[in-house]
Structure formats: C-alpha cells, structure tokens
C-alpha cells in the first residue's frame, strides 16, 4: 500500500463535558467564558448534539470505496487528530497521503495541520488546491436547493435564495486568507445555475452567518441583516448554507431554529433550508473527481522525474 487520503474538517465533540476544552482549542489556548460555554452547550442540547463526525465518515467510507484505498478522517480542532491519523497511515504502510479538505475554500489552513506529522512520518504530502468551483459540486448544489424550492408552491421567480458561509474574524482577511473570494467565487456559479434553473438572479443574495462571541470585526453581510433586507423583495426565503457540506450546528441551530424564528418575526410567509449535501452520491461525485484528479497529477509528475 503506498498512497492513501484523508479528508479533513473542522471537527466536534460527542460529549458535552469535553465542550471547554473543544472551545479552547478553538479560541487557540485561551479559556472560554462560562456564559459561552453554557451557551454552546444549550445548542447541543437543542438539537440533541451535533451529527458532524458521523457524517463525515459516512462521506469517507463511499469515497474510499469508489477510490479503493484508505481514506480516513481528521479533526483540525478535535480528534481524531491529524498526527494521530497519520501515524495510523504509516503503519499501515502508507507512503504518500492527498489531503482533500472538506471545506472547498482555504484549504491550506487544513493542509498545515497535516504537514508537520507527514514530515515525522517522511509521508509526501499531496495538497488539493481549493476546489469550491468544481462544475459537479456547483451541480449538486444547484440540484438541492431546486429539490428543496420544490416543497412548496411557491414560483421560482418569487423565491428569495440566500447563499450562507460561515464568517470570519476581519483580521483573518487582512492577513492575506482568500476565504471571502473563494466563496463569493463559487456562490456566483450557483447563483448561475440557480438563474438557468428559472430562479430570479435579483433575488439572490450572499450572507456570512454565525458571527462569533467577543469584540472581533466579522466578515458580514451577517443573515440577519440579509434575511430583513431581502424581505422588502419577497415573502418567500430558501436558505442554502453552501459554505458547510454536512448537518452540524451552524445548520441545525443557527438555520433550523435562530434564522427561522426570525423570518417569522420579519413576516415571511415560505421559510425552506436546503438539507447539507452530506453523503448524497452527486457530492461523492465531486470528492471523487478531486480526489482522483490529485492523484494523476502525483503519477503524472512522477512520469516526468523518470523521464529527467
């Protein structure tokens, strides 16, 4: 066995008591609040905890087995960590690992968090570029916010769609992180497709939600703000938070219960969110394309050394 993969996301907790430490890790070494912490833990609870994890193994068991070779799962902020799962890899004799990060936007933050065990472990690291504009993702996307507008009548010219990211800290933007770009690049494809699809382009909107705790600037516009003004076009809103490829809080929580009982108060009266694409066969159709993508890249530059 000589090259594996491993797909990478944010990661959670399953137990409630290990959140302080899940938020320290987030807040790099520095203690949360105990209103924080309570806070979180009272949207865990909500939804009956957080599906993330089971979700991105489900996506990594298909994707290994249209690819047939071991693709296994990290945590960037909470295990399986990165240095475990690679150290697991070696041992199995794993000697070049493609990192294909489960956010399609700065996926180099997700590469660094591998580098360092690669490099004790003197596995090649193969790092996939950003792939937010892959045409098979735009299309699953596309497809599942058009099934979702499908549970209501209500006509595709009068649907309001909003297209959510999770925001950033403003000072992660000044540093040079082309978050921001990479998303509005690959929400203006879906934009794109939504219009081909009968949708009305006027009536589609980007926002940045989840804004965290603290005194931070973050990247906006935050969903509220595009919820009230979007609501002077339309009564009717479908939310699609393509920024995120599986359920976890920021749907279930800040989409299923913060952003709906908001719309109410604003007076929509059609209030649809678009289900993640979790492990839906089309996205295994982009992860699988991705994946094998990097994998020819390695076997083609390996060609050409020989050549030399």
Not at 40 to 52: A, C, D, T, Y
Not at 207 to 234: H, I, K, N, V, Y
Not at 283 to 299: K, N, P, T
Request: proline share 6%.
């Amino acid at each position: 066995m000589s090259d594996a993969l491993i797909v990478s996301c944010h990661g959670t907790v399953a137990r409630l008591e290990d959140l302080p430490a899940f938020l320290r890790n987030i807040r790099r070494g520095h203690e949360a609040p105990p209103e924080l912490v309570a806070e979180v833990r009272r949207r865990f609870e909500h939804i009956g905890g957080s599906p993330l994890m089971e979700i991105t193994a489900r996506q990594a068991a298909a994707l290994e087995a249209r690819l047939g070779l071991p693709v296994r799962v990290a945590g960037r902020l909470w295990a399986p960590y990165p240095a475990e799962v690679v150290a697991e890899l070696a041992r199995l004799g794993v000697r070049r690992l493609v990192s294909l990060p489960l956010a399609p936007q700065s996926v180099d933050v997700y590469h660094a968090a591998l580098a360092p065990a690669c490099a004790e472990h003197a596995l090649e690291l193969v790092r996939v570029p950003p792939w937010g504009t892959e045409p098979v993702l735009i299309e699953a996307f596309a497809s599942a916010l058009e099934t979702a507008a499908a549970a209501r009548a209500v006509p595709r010219g009068e649907l309001g769609v909003i297209l959510s990211a999770h925001s950033l800290p403003l000072r992660v933007l000044a540093s040079g992180d082309p978050y921001e770009q990479q998303f509005r690049a690959m929400a203006e494809l879906v934009a794109s497709a939504l219009v081909a699809r009968g949708f009305t382009g006027s009536l589609v909107r980007v926002a940045f939600q989840s804004q965290g705790f603290g005194a931070d600037a973050w990247l906006g516009p935050t969903l509220e703000d595009t919820l009230a003004e979007l609501r002077r076009d339309t009564a009717h809103v479908l939310l699609g938070a393509i920024g995120f490829v599986a359920e976890h809080v920021e749907t279930l929580y800040d989409l299923d219960v913060e952003a709906r009982a908001l719309a109410e108060r604003l007076g929509y009266g059609t209030f649809l969110r678009m289900p993640a694409l979790d492990d839906a066969p089309r996205f295994i159709d982009a992860l699988e394309l991705v994946a094998r993508r990097a994998l020819a890249s390695c076997e083609l530059v390996g060609q050409l050394l020989l050549r030399d």
